[in-house]
Nanobody
């Protein structure tokens, strides 16, 4: 299974971006997909995830109400729509896939496959 994240860029505070994660070699209908982010020198942190069933979504408290995760089964792609971006959202964003259960969606240890990051920079 391979994942390709894209959509990062430079945006002003309060702006929006949509990140995409294309999954190949597997289907998003059988893998849970999560988004994580990391700033150099800091630990990787959970952002959002969608269960393989599509019936459950999970968000970090810091992004609730601003970020929305969704998926397009036909395109085998998972998106995260990020609105009202703040400087603290600046990070490398990674998508990952795994046979997650609802209780493990926010745990990076539950994900087997990781894509390369896409950089999001929010400027004031």
């Amino acid at each position: 299974v391979q994942l390709q994240a894209s959509g990062g860029g430079l945006v002003q505070t309060g702006g929006s971006l949509r990140l995409s994660c294309v999954v190949s070699g597997g289907t998003v209908r059988t893998y849970g997909v999560g988004w994580f982010r990391q700033v150099p020198g800091k630990e990787r942190e959970f952002v959002a995830a969608i269960h393989w069933s599509g019936g459950s979504k999970s968000y970090a408290d810091s992004v609730k109400g601003r970020f929305t995760i969704s998926r397009d089964n036909a395109k085998n792609t998972v998106y995260v729509e990020m609105n009202n971006l703040q400087s603290e959202d600046t990070a490398n964003y990674y998508c990952a896939a795994g046979k997650t259960i609802v209780s493990s969606m926010a745990d990076d240890r539950a994900y087997y496959y990781w894509g390369r990051g896409t950089l999001v920079t929010v400027s004031s």
